[in-house]
């Protein structure tokens, strides 16, 4: 859980509190994930592709708009984490 929390702020700090829903049910859209998790402690996130099929549908379309705002949460993130240590 704390995990969860650790990426949720870092959303937060990118895209804005309302944007980012802190209490989304269990699911089982990464078991492949859980294999990882096992090893290191973290939490899967969703990044909000916009209107378009589900992922591995043939017709997904991933949203390239998306990606600076996946690098901005990858960066705010490991700045959080690590603090000054980036400096």
């Given at each position: 859980?704390?995990?969860?929390g650790l990426a949720a702020d ?36 969703f990044a909000g ?39």
């Amino acid at each position: 859980a704390d995990k969860v929390g650790l990426a949720a702020d870092a959303a937060a700090a990118v895209a804005g509190d309302a944007n980012v829903d802190r209490n989304l049910p269990a699911s089982m859209g990464g078991e492949d994930f859980a294999f990882m998790l096992e090893q290191v402690p973290g939490a899967m996130i969703f990044a909000g592709n916009g209107p378009s099929a589900e992922l591995h549908h043939p017709k997904y379309d991933f949203n390239d708009d998306l990606i600076p705002w996946g690098c901005s949460y990858w960066t705010t993130l490991v700045r959080q984490r690590l603090g000054n240590a980036t400096a």
